[in-house]
């Protein structure tokens, strides 16, 4: 497995733009798919958006157009661009990591608040 550290995030009003980035450690030549999941007060942690090893991207449909997921291998980090912020979109950020022998693993979490 690999562990995860989050980083970015914060506070911006409506409209504005953040970013999140994640680095892998360990067995990082493990890993598959990298991701990003939310979860907000009282509601089901849900996917944002995944990205391959060969950076083929997938994202949620509350976030696409919005939102984009970059990889870059060499240093086991995935990044999360958010532009079009909105007060929904506030939650805890969590990092997420698939990899092979099947395994999943997340990170601590960051703090995205979008004030309207």
């Known amino acids: 497995q690999v562990q995860l550290v989050e980083s970015g995030g914060g506070s911006v009003q409506a409209g504005g733009s953040l970013s999140v980035s994640c680095v892998a450690s360990?067995?990082?030549?493990?890993?598959?798919?990298l991701g990003w999941y939310r979860q907000a007060p009282g509601r089901q942690r849900e996917f944002v958006a995944t990205?391959?090893?060969?950076?083929?991207?997938a994202y949620a449909d509350s976030v696409k157009g919005r939102f984009t997921i970059s990889r870059d291998n060499k240093k086991s980090a995935v990044y999360l661009q958010m532009n079009s912020l909105k007060a929904e979109d506030t939650a805890v950020y969590y990092c997420?990591?698939?990899?092979?022998?099947?395994?999943?693993?997340w990170g601590q979490g960051t703090q995205v608040t979008v004030s309207s």
């Open positions: 997420n990591a698939r990899g092979w022998p099947a395994y999943t693993s």
């Open positions: 360990g067995n990082v030549e493990t890993i598959n798919d």
């Open positions: 990205i391959s090893a060969g950076g083929a991207a």
